[in-house]
């Protein structure tokens, strides 16, 4: 005997009310934008900033003499050099000590050794810029100053920009050379994870087949693991070169501050966004030259935009070429 329907019955199948067709097209719309919004948003932002440093910059015509040398003519390219000669030495030293660091702890350290010891190297990746600062400027410098300085000019002397160039070394320490090593260590985390998790990606058959073949441990690691995980050691590079040449805050506090070209790696210099840094106070004074200079840092601040922008798409560019060779596509 069929079964009488219950009172709270929605009833039959024809007395519920029909969805509007406005309404259901309102949800195919939203069922197609909403998910695009998280994904649009690092555009938007990119673009926002894009457009807000271009607003305040006016585009202000500074002529040929903006990517000139002479700074009183807001010539840029001694903060361009500046920024260049800081973060590239930095870069390789990160990433020859992260590469060192990566295949220690994938290949010769025990497991539980390496389980205890990569943690500090997350550690380090947290530590804000303002600390790296600090403990350069205050603890780093004055112990460089008056000991490694005189000791690298006496038996450095002959390499080209480790000699006295019309001075000696500040005892302060601070000048180009400490500039790259503070830069260096703060950049070595990130560089050293990415090279580490690529090195960990690398098939454990890959690993055992060349070590039955009898190679040694590094032979399969120079000839297999390293270009197997290739791509990871790119990205590292070029993420590590987007951090080294917009750092702030610890570069200003031991680059020594000086709008010149460093006559050797003891001396002083700027960056692009040290510079930025020191000087953007001064930049707001309601006068003309103010205003004025205020142009210059905005459109300086594009100029360094553009850097970081270019070398991450040309690295975007190199990884996927070097992945698709790997693969074989």
């Known amino acids: 005997m069929p079964e009488s329907p219950s009172p709270d019955s929605s009833g039959p199948p024809e007395s519920r009310q029909p969805v509007p067709p406005a309404a259901a097209g ?58 260049f000669l800081t973060s590239v030495p930095a870069l390789l030293l990160a ?94 985390p990130i560089t050293t994870l990415l090279m580490r998790d690529a090195l960990r990606s690398v098939p454990r058959d890959l690993w055992e087949s060349g ?36 750092e702030t805050v610890a570069v200003a506090m031991v680059i020594d501050q000086a709008q010149k070209l460093p006559l050797n790696v003891y001396d002083g210099t700027s960056t692009m966004a040290s510079l930025i840094i020191e000087t953007i106070d001064s930049a707001f004074i309601l006068t003309p030259q103010g205003v004025l200079y205020l142009r210059f840092l905005t459109e300086l601040a594009l100029i360094l935009l553009a850097i970081t922008l270019a070398v991450n798409i040309a690295g975007r560019w190199i990884i996927r070429r070097t992945f698709t060779e790997v693969a074989g596509i």
């Open 26 to 83: 309102v949800r195919h719309i939203l069922r197609k934008v909403v998910p695009y919004v998280p994904a649009l948003i690092p555009l938007g932002l990119t673009l926002a900033i894009v457009f807000t440093l271009l607003y305040e910059s006016h585009l202000q015509n500074f002529g040929w003499a903006f990517f000139g040398f002479n700074f009183a003519d807001y010539g840029i390219m001694i903060f361009v050099v500046g920024s």
């Open 211 to 246: 070590l039955a073949l009898g190679a040694t441990r590094w032979e399969v690691t120079r000839r297999v693991a390293i270009p197997y995980a290739k791509r990871g050691v790119w990205g590292a590079a070029f993420l590590g070169f987007g951090r080294a040449i917009g």
């Open 95 to 188: 990433m020859l000590i992260g590469l060192g660091i990566s295949i220690a702890s994938t290949t010769y350290l025990p497991r539980f050794v390496s389980a205890w010891l990569d943690p500090f190297v997350d550690l380090l990746a947290g530590i804000p810029s303002i600390i790296y600062g600090i403990w350069g400027y205050f603890v780093v410098a004055p112990y460089f100053g008056v000991n490694v300085w005189p000791w690298s000019v006496m038996h450095l002397g002959w390499i080209p920009g480790f000699g006295r160039a019309q001075f000696s070394p500040a005892p302060s320490g601070d000048g180009l050379a400490l500039a790259i090593i503070i830069l260096t260590l703060m950049i070595l």
